[in-house]
């Protein structure tokens, strides 16, 4: 199947300091990337769609002055975590879907912890 | 809105059972549902897709449904061994991919 690639795998910032995040096809083009977090225990939550070349579209209640994406290539999407604070600690994970099938294939995901 | 619900949201069962998990979704407008692993602190590995058009899946030990006029899909797993201890979400696919709370399955030797 189909290679998504997270980098950091982990990442411990300190509170008020900025975090990028990047997320690549490696495999495959893909012109739209989403990114979602987890909290402990709970489910997938979808905060945006990364378009390339346009503007990412922001869930409802996702801050988009703080998430700040960037789909710069069809193979390469960034999140970019700014004025972190604690609350924002959680598992971002990204995905791209192979455009026939829809079928979506994830990243490893990146744990963020601020401190 | 989609609304995705798994039940049940906990399950453990001795090694060698068979078992079925279970995912109802609310709008049957839907591309494909995907069932998905997460071991703790990992990240998603995808386990079966269906298509809209397609009743089943299957791989290995594992058989997914689909039923789209009932809003219903399940995971069937078969002679269940510890190493398929993990969280199991099932997604479906619209215009956006909305995921379950998940079913964490303990298997125990």
């Known amino acids: 199947g189909a290679v998504v690639s997270q980098h950091p795998s982990w990442v411990i910032c300190k509170s008020g300091t900025s975090v990028k995040i990047e997320c690549r096809s490696l495999d495959f083009q893909a012109t739209t990337m989403f990114w979602y977090r987890q909290f402990p225990k709970q489910s997938l939550m979808l905060m945006a769609t990364?378009?390339?070349?346009?503007?990412?579209?922001?869930e409802q209640g996702v801050e988009k002055d703080k998430f700040l994406i960037n789909h710069a290539s069809l193979t390469l999407s960034t999140l970019t975590v700014t004025s972190a604070h604690p609350e924002d600690s959680s598992f971002y994970i990204c995905s791209a879907p192979q455009t026939a099938s829809y079928e979506q294939y994830f990243g490893p995901g990146t744990r963020l912890t601020v401190t | 809105k989609q609304e995705v619900t798994q039940i049940p949201a906990a399950l453990s069962v001795p090694e060698g059972e068979n078992l079925v998990l279970n995912c109802s979704f609310t709008d049957s407008a839907i591309y494909n549902l995907q069932w998905f692993r997460q071991d703790p602190g990992k990240g998603l590995t995808s386990l079966l897709l269906i298509q809209s058009s397609q009743r089943e899946q299957t791989s290995g030990r594992l058989n997914a449904s689909l039923d789209k006029s009932s809003g219903r899909s399940t995971l069937y797993i078969a002679a269940s061994q510890p190493g398929d201890s993990a969280t199991y979400l099932c997604a479906s696919q619209g215009g956006k991919l909305i995921f379950g709370q998940g079913t964490e399955l303990s298997v125990k030797p």
């Open positions: 990364s378009n390339e070349g346009s503007k990412a579209t922001y």
